[in-house]
C-alpha cells in the first residue's frame, strides 16, 4: 500500500513513517520543516524514515512544502496514487494559538480543505483526520468519551481541531469517504516536541534549572506512549480503508491513567535521580484541567489498547533523552 502521511518529520508523523514501512508498505510525506520548533530536530527524523525506508527496501519520498498551497498538495497526488492518507500536519500548541489564530486557522482548517479537496478530485477514499483531547475542554464528566458534547473548545487551537472533525464529517458525506477522527491524548516518547512539558522538564532537571508548574500541581494528563498512538493510528487506517463500508467515526487513543503535574515531575525526577526544583506559577489561559480517555470505543472497533505504562514509557524517554538528544533546545 502506498500511503500519504502528512507532518511527516515531526515527532509523530516520523515515527508513523517508519512503522509503515516496517509493516511493508511504502509512504509519501509533507511537511515545510517550519521552526515552530528546531527544525533541525525535523531534519534528524527525517534522516531515521530515511534508514528505515533503505533498510525496509520500502519507496519513500519527502515533499517539502506547506499544506496551505493547493497546487502543491494537487501535484502530489497528480504524482501519486495513495491508498490512504493520514492528516498529521498542523500547529500542534495550545498556548500559542491564543496570541496567533488566524494563523491556526489557515493551517490546521484550510491546509485540512486542500487534503480533503485533493482526495475528492483523486479519487482517494480513506483518510484518517488527527484531532486532540483538547476539544473536550474543560468536561467536568470523566473519563471523556466520544459521546460526550465537546461544544465548548477552550483554545483556538483545539476549536481548529474540531471544526476540522466537522469539515471531515462533510466530506464523508457528500463524497463518499470513510473518515476517522483521532483524538489523540497527550503523547510522548523518543523525538518528542521539545515544547511539551515531559521534553522540557527533563531538560531543565538535567540542567539544574527550576520547573515553571502552572496551578497547584493537581491538574493531570493522560499521557500516551507514542508506540501505542502510532499502533492506534495504523489500527484506524486499517479500518477506513475497508472497501464495503461507509465510515465516518471518531475515536479517542489515550492510555486511561491520567497522572498529575506534580507526580509527572516527581517521576521524571526519580528516573534522573535528580531532586525537581518547582517555581510555582498561575495557571495559563487555554489549559485544561485534566484529560481522561475513556478508549473503550477504540477497543471494540479498532481493537485498540494502549500498552506502555506511564513510568515504562518515562525511562524510555529519558534513556533516549540521554542517549541522543541532551543539547536540543525549542
Ligand atoms: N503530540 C501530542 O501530544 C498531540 C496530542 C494531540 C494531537 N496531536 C496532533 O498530532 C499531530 C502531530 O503532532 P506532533 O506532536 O507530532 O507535532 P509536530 O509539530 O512534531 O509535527 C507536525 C509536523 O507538521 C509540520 N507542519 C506544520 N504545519 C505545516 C504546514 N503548513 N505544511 C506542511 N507541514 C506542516 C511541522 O513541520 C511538523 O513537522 C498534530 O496534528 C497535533 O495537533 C498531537
Not at 41 to 58: C, H, Q
Not at 133 to 153: A, I, M, R, T
Request: with cysteine; proline share 5%.
Amino acid at each position: 500500500m502506498l500511503y500519504l502521511i502528512t507532518g511527516g518529520a515531526g515527532f509523530i508523523g516520523s515515527h508513523l513513517s517508519e512503522e509503515l514501512m516496517n509493516r511493508g508498505h511504502d509512504v509519501i510525506s509533507v511537511d515545510n520543516f517550519n521552526d515552530y520548533y528546531d527544525p533541525s530536530l525535523k531534519e534528524t527524523n527525517l534522516k531515521l524514515v530515511e534508514k528505515t525506508a533503505e533498510k525496509n527496501g520500502s519507496y519513500y519520498k519527502m515533499y517539502r512544502g506547506d499544506i496551505r498551497n493547493k497546487e502543491f498538495i494537487n501535484s502530489i497526488f497528480e504524482n501519486h496514487i495513495f491508498d490512504g492518507v493520514v492528516s498529521l500536519a498542523a500547529n500542534a500548541g495550545v498556548r500559542p494559538s491564543i496570541d496567533n489564530p488566524s494563523y491556526y486557522v489557515d493551517v490546521n482548517l484550510m491546509g485540512l480543505t486542500n487534503l480533503l479537496e485533493a482526495c475528492r478530485f483523486h479519487n482517494v477514499r480513506s483518510f484518517v483526520f488527527i484531532s486532540s483531547s483538547s476539544v473536550y475542554g474543560n468536561n467536568k464528566k470523566v473519563p471523556f468519551s466520544e459521546k460526550d458534547p465537546v461544544d465548548n473548545p477552550i483554545s483556538p487551537y483545539a476549536a481548529t481541531k474540531k471544526a476540522g472533525e466537522l469539515l471531515c464529517y462533510t466530506y464523508h458525506s457528500l463524497f463518499d469517504m470513510n473518515i476517522a477522527c483521532l483524538r489523540y491524548f497527550t503523547v510522548y516518547g523518543p523525538r518528542q516536541r521539545p515544547d511539551l512539558a515531559i521534553n522540557k522538564f527533563t531538560r531543565l532537571m538535567l540542567e539544574d534549572e527550576s520547573i515553571p508548574m502552572y496551578g497547584d500541581g493537581s491538574t493531570a494528563r493522560d499521557y500516551t506512549y507514542v508506540s501505542d498512538i502510532v499502533e492506534g493510528t495504523i489500527l484506524a487506517l486499517n479500518y477506513v480503508m475497508k472497501k464495503d463500508k461507509h465510515i465516518y467515526d471518531i475515536f479517542n487513543l489515550g492510555g486511561s491513567h491520567p497522572i498529575s503535574l506534580i507526580d509527572l515531575i516527581n517521576v521524571i525526577g526519580n528516573t534522573l535521580n535528580k531532586k525537581p526544583k518547582i517555581k510555582q506559577l498561575p495557571m495559563q489561559p487555554g489549559d485544561v484541567n485534566i484529560t481522561y480517555s475513556d478508549f473503550s470505543h477504540a477497543k471494540e472497533i479498532l481493537n485498540y489498547e494502549p500498552k506502555v505504562r506511564i513510568d515504562e514509557g518515562i525511562k524510555k524517554f529519558v534513556d533516549w533523552y540521554l542517549d541522543n538528544n541532551a543539547k536540543q533546545k525549542i
